[in-house]
């Protein structure tokens, strides 16, 4: 009787930690803090490709670089809160990525590590939801 009860209690607290870590992954928390504008790309008709640098991971964590496609803002302090609420279509270590922009296809290169990449970016520029290519090519050095 006392092993089914240790077993019981054992299993309980390994799905109290299960669940605790889930919703810590899923709280805005565990979203990488946007730093600045590294750079700006223009896209379409009032639109750009931003590269934003994250920094807020001290010394032991790299700088990670997340690159958006979004409307043109006016200033960083007015970009960088709106893209929060955005998903990035590359999430990389590499600064300078974005090699060419032609029309709405993005050709972007990295020899860094890849965290996250989509192909497909979308777009909202006057009132129409546009997709925009990624094309990405990534080699290790």
């Given at each position: 009787m006392r092993r089914h009860s240790v077993t019981r209690w054992l299993i309980?607290?390994?799905?109290?930690?299960?669940?605790?870590?889930?919703?810590?992954?899923?709280?805005e928390r565990s979203k990488p803090v946007l730093s600045k504008v590294v750079s700006v790309t223009p896209l379409g008709k009032h639109s750009a490709v931003y590269e934003v640098l994250s920094d807020a991971g001290n010394a032991t964590v790299p700088l990670i670089y997340l690159y958006f496609v979004a409307e043109q803002a006016g200033?960083?302090?007015?970009?960088?809160?709106?893209?929060?609420?955005?998903?990035?279509?590359?999430?990389?270590?590499?600064?300078?990525?974005?090699?060419?922009?032609?029309?709405?296809?993005?050709?972007?290169?990295?020899?860094?590590?890849?965290?996250?990449?989509?192909?497909?970016?979308?777009?909202?520029?006057?009132?129409?939801?546009?997709?925009?290519?990624?094309?990405?090519?990534a080699t290790t050095p």
């Amino acid at each position: 009787m006392r092993r089914h009860s240790v077993t019981r209690w054992l299993i309980a607290g390994l799905l109290l930690l299960a669940f605790a870590q889930a919703i810590w992954i899923f709280t805005e928390r565990s979203k990488p803090v946007l730093s600045k504008v590294v750079s700006v790309t223009p896209l379409g008709k009032h639109s750009a490709v931003y590269e934003v640098l994250s920094d807020a991971g001290n010394a032991t964590v790299p700088l990670i670089y997340l690159y958006f496609v979004a409307e043109q803002a006016g200033n960083d302090d007015q970009v960088l809160p709106s893209l929060e609420r955005l998903t990035p279509f590359l999430v990389t270590r590499q600064s300078g990525a974005v090699e060419h922009v032609a029309g709405l296809k993005v050709t972007a290169r990295t020899q860094e590590q890849v965290y996250s990449y989509s192909s497909t970016a979308i777009l909202r520029e006057d009132g129409a939801v546009v997709p925009v290519k990624i094309e990405l090519t990534a080699t290790t050095p």
